[in-house]
């Protein structure tokens, strides 16, 4: 079997105006989708980040794709994005995935990848999972997302979106939108955006969580390394309880050192709140040096910039290790 046709489609999806550390969401989101097409008619499709340039990135390599054999991932398609200005195994901890330079490389195999493993699947009628080794759970949960966000519901004129949770800029309305969700979707755990509003006014916002939801719901929170080491010390002092039981405070601060201090200092209080990250640790090269300093006890992968399934498969292992 050989890749006959590759295809992009890249598409905007309606975004609502909401709030992190970076600023404020646009009215849409983009993404980019990949068709990867079998001389005997078999389709694969993925999808990644949007823009023009991961686009730009995937035409790239075309005529390397086309006339490919899906099944030799390793020794047709990984050398295709190896070679590039950062390769599968770079180390960096400063800049953000998805938009870091760093990171582009392993973006590209990764859609390529999961777009071969699709067409693998379907041409001989199994799971992807069946392809990696097989199923090992039938459910897996997933966390509500909530952020502070504007009156909107994103998209523009005569897209323009129904606002479903309204604005959400205090304590108790970003609340109200976690009971929305809960109530609709059933998530089981909370991930609260923070890195917006006044620290002290976001550790409110996570003690009025935890007293609507009980004790049986993790709650985590994520200012995008909004925070100095003194207030991220400081909010994980003050949420200590609130973070228990399987929460985790997430980049805090900017890079491994900082990160270590933070948990040096929480854990000569006795607080012992998981750090986790997907800004200090996206690549194999980062974990020697954030296990030496116990920077970060949770690595929160994503195949597309760890490079692919099969990658996130290793780090588990090493992870577990």
Not at 75 to 82: A, I, N
Request: with cysteine.
């Amino acid at each position: 079997m050989r890749i006959s046709d590759f295809r992009i489609h890249s598409i905007a999806m309606a975004d609502p105006p909401l709030r992190s550390s970076y600023g404020l969401h646009q009215p849409y989101a983009l993404r980019n989708v990949i068709e990867l097409e079998s001389d005997d008619g078999v389709i694969g499709i993925a999808e990644t980040y949007g823009g023009d340039q991961p686009a730009r990135a995937l035409e790239a390599i075309r005529s390397q794709v086309v006339g490919a054999c899906p099944y030799r991932l390793t020794g047709d398609l990984s050398p295709m994005v190896e070679g590039g200005i950062s390769g599968l195994e770079r180390s960096q901890t400063y800049n953000v995935p998805g938009e870091n330079p760093l990171d582009a490389d392993a973006r590209t195999y990764s859609a390529i990848e999961t777009a071969c493993l699709d067409l693998i699947g379907r041409s001989v009628g199994k799971p992807v999972c069946d392809l990696i080794g097989g199923r090992v759970r039938d459910k897996v949960s997933f966390s509500a997302y909530p952020f502070y966000k504007h009156t909107g519901g994103g998209g523009e004129g005569d897209d323009l979106r129904d606002d479903e949770y309204g604005e959400a800029l205090s304590p108790e309305s970003l609340v109200k939108q976690v009971q929305q969700m809960r109530a609709r979707y059933g998530f089981g755990s909370i991930k609260f955006k923070g890195g917006v509003l006044a620290p002290d006014v976001e550790v409110e916002t996570l003690r009025q969580l935890r007293e609507v939801l009980g004790q049986a719901v993790p709650l985590r929170i994520d200012p995008n390394c909004a925070w100095s080491v003194e207030t991220s010390v400081k909010v994980g002092q003050n949420l200590t309880e609130e973070l228990s039981r399987g929460g985790y405070l997430e980049d805090p601060c900017v890079g491994l050192d900082g990160m270590a201090e933070v948990r040096r200092r929480l854990l000569v209080d006795g607080i012992e709140t998981p750090l986790a990250s997907n800004v200090a640790v996206t690549s194999f090269g980062d974990i020697p040096e954030a296990v030496r300093l116990d920077a970060v006890q949770v690595v929160l992968c994503d195949h597309h910039y760890w490079g692919g399934m099969r990658r996130v498969q290793q780090l588990a292992r090493v992870c577990k290790t």
